[in-house]
């Protein structure tokens, strides 16, 4: 019966478990970043079909609406409630 010695030191397993457990942990949230940054660009361009009437009732001018919309970045807040 022939036996196999295995190679790998308890402490190389526990080193791959935590690059792993660190990869996907970073994939997670990149994942929820990419949402995030679908979800602000459909609320933005719902924000531009509004109606100026719905707009007023937001308290914010059509102009506003327009910045808005225009913007790409995520404002820090909702990017500090996005985090895992």
């Not at 997670?28 to 707009?55: F, G, I, P, T, Y």
């Not at 506003?64 to 820090?76: G, H, L």
Request: hydrophobic letters at 35%; one cysteine or more; proline letters at 4%.
């Amino acid at each position: 019966m022939t036996t196999y010695r295995q190679n790998c030191s308890p402490s190389i397993i526990e080193h791959l478990a935590g690059i792993l457990d660190s990869l996907h942990r970073g994939f997670r949230q990149w994942l929820k970043n990419q949402r995030l940054e679908s979800q602000l660009a459909l609320e933005r361009q719902q924000l531009l079909e509004m109606s100026d009437e719905m707009l007023h009732d937001l308290g914010i001018s059509r102009a506003q609406a327009e910045i808005e919309a225009r913007q790409t970045a995520v404002p820090p807040g909702r990017r500090a409630r996005n985090k895992c």
